[in-house]
């Protein structure tokens, strides 16, 4: 097969957030390597092509004159649904170019920024949406204003998805909230995974964490990913065990009191944020010796979608603490392959983290040996499988 994937971001970019960015790395690694024809279009700040790993990257300057011409008229009072817009136009305009020379048989969009809606207009090959979130429902738990601009984006992502040949999902939660609130009836298709690395670097944890034992979250530090739980939590954490350290690694957004999640989370600690270590933004080479020599992984996510950190953390055998009803116990046996606490519960929180820091060696070992073998369902050569037999139906029946 000859496939296409749009994405707002990928691995090549330097502003790339993480999860979509990283789910397609694998994913276009995992069928290349199954002998498909694979290739990239994702936003970028140039046009050009470009080969990451033997994989084609078709890089795509958002520049739609149009759009900024209608921008311009309506004084950036719809700033945000003009560059969605743009956005979609401008990659379906590479995408036919490159069609033209190489035919494509199927194409997979992003939900994400409503990439595929125009690709979905007079398609020249069926186009399949992969939603990796359901913005009604993230802004809830970003505590976000339904604005004009904000509704226009709800309404395009939904649009994109509704006109695609077919939706899917990593996770049942989402196909779940797609039906009961959009009435989009979705498939549930687990991703790909592997550890993308073996050459680590650890360099940042010997500078910072050698000798220290310490707890780590990694990811979006914020709101949606359980960032009030944690400063509710921590405090009294920290002032219990005077020698544990609490890690965050990831991208920094706001938080309560005008501040950001990560001030916030310290000034809640006070005499106790010494034991909090903030290393920003890695990347997996360096990040997963971090997470390897931890003692837990702790995820409170409100709502997610498979995260790839849990997923992450469980191939590097460790126990993590993620949150019941945010898609974790699709994967997560409370106390078998990992530990669930309810969302946004900062006294089960406590107590879980508590209970993974005074856990023996051999039980840590035993729940990470566990989690290991939960994700090994997820290879590439099972995974991979089931997503070439999921395209291939669409193919054929077209």
């Known amino acids: 097969m000859r496939i296409a994937f ?38 970028s700040d140039q046009n050009e092509t470009v080969y990451h790993e033997g994989i ?35 990659l379906r305009k590479s995408l036919l170019k490159r069609h033209r020379h190489q035919h494509f048989d199927i194409v997979q969009a992003s939900s994400y920024l ?13 186009i399949i949406s992969r939603i990796s979130s359901y913005e009604p429902l993230w802004r809830k738990f970003y505590s976000k204003r339904l604005t004009r601009q904000q509704r226009f984006r709800e309404w395009l992502e939904l649009l994109a998805l509704r006109c695609s040949n077919a939706v899917y999902a990593p996770s049942e939660l989402l ?8 009435n989009i009836e979705a498939d549930v298709l687990r991703p790909p995974f592997f550890i993308e690395t073996n050459n680590l670097d650890e360099s940042i944890y010997k500078k910072h964490l050698m000798e220290k034992k310490y707890l780590v979250f990694f990811g979006s530090i914020g709101l949606l990913k359980g960032g009030e739980a944690l400063a509710r939590s921590l405090p009294d954490l920290l002032a219990t065990y005077p020698k544990m350290f609490f890690v965050f690694a990831g ?29 920003g933004v890695l ?98 050569e099972i995974a991979c499988h089931k997503l070439e037999q999921y395209l291939q139906q669409f193919i054929r029946s077209r």
Not at 71 to 77: D, F, K, P, Q, V
């Open 114 to 126: 409503a990439c595929g809606l125009f690709s979905t207009f007079c398609r020249p090959v069926p």
């Open 175 to 182: 196909c779940r909230v797609l039906r009961e609130n959009a």
């Open 283 to 380: 990347p997996h080479y360096q990040l997963y010796p971090i997470v390897k020599y931890s003692q837990a992984v702790v995820l409170p996510s409100l709502i997610d979608n498979l995260p790839n950190t849990m997923l992450e953390a469980m191939a590097l055998g460790k126990v993590v603490i993620g949150t019941r009803g945010s898609s974790f116990e699709e994967f997560i046996d409370d106390g078998i392959s990992g530990i669930l606490v309810e969302a946004d519960n900062s006294a089960q929180l406590f107590r879980a983290m508590e209970r993974v820091w005074n856990m023996s060696e051999e039980e840590r070992i035993n729940i990470g040996r566990v989690a290991q073998q939960r994700i090994a369902s997820l290879s590439p």
């Open 56 to 90: 084609l990257v078709n890089r795509v300057k958002d520049n739609g004159f149009i759009f900024k011409c209608v921008n311009r008229l309506t004084r950036y009072r719809f700033r945000q649904t003009l560059n969605i817009l743009s956005l979609s136009h401008c």
């Open 6 to 43: 749009l994405t707002p971001e990928y691995v090549t970019e330097s502003n790339f957030d993480g999860g979509l960015a990283n789910y397609l790395h694998r994913v276009a690694r995992g069928m290349k390597q199954r002998g498909h024809d694979v290739e990239i279009f994702t936003r």
């Open 251 to 279: 991208k920094v957004f706001g938080g309560p009191e005008n501040k950001s999640m990560l001030d916030y989370i310290k000034d809640k600690t006070g005499r106790y944020s010494n034991q909090i270590i903030y290393l």
